[in-house]
Nanobody, 123 residues
């Protein structure tokens, strides 16, 4: 199983970034996919998730209206479009896969984790 995230970088406040995660080794279309983040000195937190079909999404209150999660089951890819970025969005972002939609927003609901990608937002 491999979840390979990319797209992180340094951006000014108010800017945008798009993260992508290409996955292999499991049946991608059967899994809910999520994004989490972890800032220095803080616990890892849920950011966004999308159901296996793409028909339902869920967002943390802190990113609603600014971030959009999407997936392409044909390409085994999940993406996170981040706009109006703030310095407090600075963190390592992780993609995640889980079989249970009702649990994907929790650490316990994640079956597979990807390696993180750093997002830094300067003020």
């Amino acid at each position: 199983v491999q979840l390979q995230a990319c797209g992180g970088g340094l951006v000014q406040a108010g800017g945008s970034l798009r993260l992508s995660c290409v996955d292999s080794g499991f049946t991608f279309s059967l899994y809910a996919m999520g994004w989490f983040r972890q800032a220095p000195g803080k616990e890892r937190e849920f950011v966004a998730a999308i159901r296996w079909s793409g028909s339902f999404t869920n967002y943390a209150d802190s990113v609603k209206g600014r971030f959009t999660v999407s997936r392409d089951n044909a390409k085994n890819t999940v993406s996170l479009q981040m706009s109006s970025l703030k310095p407090e969005d600075t963190a390592v972002y992780y993609c995640a896969a889980g079989r249970r939609w009702d649990a994907i927003a929790t650490m316990d609901g994640v079956d597979y984790w990807g390696k993180g990608t750093q997002v830094t937002v300067s003020s």
